[in-house]
C-alpha cells in the first residue's frame, strides 16, 4: 500500500528531475526539429556546412569560458567565469585590423602585438580575482567594459576592412572539402580536450573547481590554478581573433555583445550532455554548435533581429536558472 501511494509522487519527483536535468537541451531539441520541419533549407548540406563555419569563433570562446568554470566551480553567481572573452578577443582583431590597414605592419607583427594585449587581459582579470579577491563575475565584467571601450579607441569605433592570404584561407579555404576554419575549431577543441580532461594537469584544474578547501588541503595550490585558467582562457580569445576577422572580412565594434550572450548560453547548455550535469570542453563545443544553428534557423524564417536577441536572452534565463536549481538540489 505504502508503494502504491509513493507511486506518483516518485513519478513527478523523477519528471522534475529530468526537466532541470535535461530541459534545456530538450527545448533545444524541439526547436531544432522545428527548424527542420519549417525553416527553409535549414538541413541542406551547405547551409550546415554555414553553421559549422560560423560557429568557429563561438566554439573556441566556449573552450575559454569552460576552462575559467571548471576551475572556479558551476555555480552561477560565485562560481568561475570570464565574460571578457569576447571583448577580448574582439580588441585582438581590432589590433590586428589597425596594425595591417593603417600601421604598415605584417600578419606576424600585428598578431604579435594582438595576443600580448589578449594576453595582458587574461593576466589582469587573474590578478583581480586571485590577488585583489573580486568575484570573477563582477572582476570579468569590469575588465569587459573596459576593453570595449578600448577597442572602441583603437578603431576610432568604425569598421576595419582587412584582406590577405590568412583571411581568405580561413574564410574561403578548405582541405578534402573541410572547410579551414572548420579543422582549425576541430584541433583547438581536441586541444582543450587533451589539456583538460586527460592531463594530470587538467584533473588538478577540476579538481580545484570541485572543491577548493579539499583542493587548498590536497596541496593543489588553488589559487595558481585559478589564474592560470584566466589566462588559459585568454589563450583561446586570441585564437578566436583571426577566425573574428574571416568571419567578418574585418574588425567590425560591437560584434562582441551577441558573442557574450552565445558564449554563455552556449557553455552553460553545455552541461547538459555531462553524466554529471558538469560543464565541460566537449559539451561547450556541442553548446556552441546548437545555439549557432539556433541562429541560422531563426535567420531562414526571418525572424526580427531583436526577436532574436529577446529569445537567446529568454533561453539564457532557463539554462542559468536550471543550473542554479541544480547546484541547490546538491548541497
Known amino acids: 500500500m505504502i508503494a502504491l501511494t509513493a507511486t506518483p509522487a516518485s513519478r513527478l519527483g523523477h519528471l522534475r528531475h529530468l526537466l532541470v536535468a535535461r530541459g534545456p537541451l530538450l527545448l533545444f531539441a524541439l526547436l531544432l526539429v522545428f527548424f527542420a520541419l519549417r525553416a527553409p533549407y535549414f538541413l541542406d548540406w551547405q547551409n550546415l556546412a554555414t553553421i559549422l563555419k560560423q560557429s568557429v569563433p563561438l566554439a573556441i570562446l566556449c573552450c575559454g569560458l569552460a576552462t575559467v568554470v571548471m576551475a572556479g566551480g558551476d555555480d552561477v553567481v560565485k562560481g568561475g567565469i570570464d565574460l571578457s572573452l569576447p571583448a577580448n578577443a574582439v580588441l585582438v582583431a581590432a589590433i590586428i585590423a589597425q596594425l595591417l590597414a593603417h600601421g604598415g605592419l605584417g600578419l606576424p607583427i600585428a598578431f604579435a602585438v594582438g595576443a600580448l594585449a589578449g594576453l595582458a587581459i587574461g593576466a589582469a582579470n587573474a590578478l583581480l580575482v586571485v590577488a585583489i579577491g573580486m568575484t570573477p563575475l563582477l572582476a570579468t565584467l569590469a575588465s569587459s567594459v573596459a576593453v570595449v571601450g578600448l577597442a572602441k579607441v583603437v578603431t576610432s569605433n568604425r569598421r576595419i576592412n582587412v584582406d590577405g592570404p590568412v583571411v581568405t584561407i580561413l574564410?574561403?579555404?578548405?582541405?578534402?572539402?573541410?572547410?579551414?576554419?572548420?579543422?582549425?575549431?576541430?584541433?583547438?577543441?581536441?586541444?582543450?580536450?587533451?589539456?583538460?580532461?586527460?592531463?594530470?594537469?587538467?584533473?588538478?584544474?577540476?579538481?580545484?573547481?570541485?572543491?577548493?578547501?579539499?583542493?587548498?588541503?590536497?596541496?593543489?595550490?588553488?589559487?595558481?590554478?585559478?589564474?592560470?585558467?584566466?589566462v588559459v582562457a585568454a589563450v583561446a580569445a586570441v585564437i578566436a581573433a583571426p577566425t573574428i576577422l574571416a568571419r567578418g572580412s574585418g574588425s567590425s565594434p560591437g560584434s562582441e555583445e551577441t558573442l557574450l550572450v552565445e558564449m554563455v548560453l552556449a557553455t552553460f547548455l553545455g552541461a547538459a550532455f555531462s553524466p554529471r550535469r558538469v560543464v565541460t570542453i566537449w559539451g561547450a563545443l556541442l553548446g556552441a554548435l546548437l545555439v549557432n544553428a539556433l541562429s541560422n534557423g531563426l535567420a531562414l524564417m526571418r525572424v526580427d533581429i531583436f526577436w532574436i536577441g529577446g529569445i537567446k536572452g529568454a533561453l539564457i534565463l532557463i539554462v542559468v536558472a536550471t543550473a542554479a536549481i541544480r547546484t541547490g538540489n546538491q548541497r
Open 171 to 230: 574564410r574561403d579555404g578548405s582541405v578534402l572539402g573541410v572547410p579551414v576554419a572548420v579543422l582549425l575549431m576541430a584541433v583547438v577543441g581536441a586541444g582543450f580536450v587533451y589539456a583538460l580532461h586527460w592531463t594530470r594537469w587538467g584533473l588538478q584544474l577540476q579538481a580545484v573547481g570541485g572543491n577548493r578547501d579539499a583542493a587548498d588541503i590536497s596541496g593543489l595550490l588553488s589559487d595558481r590554478r585559478t589564474a592560470q585558467a584566466f
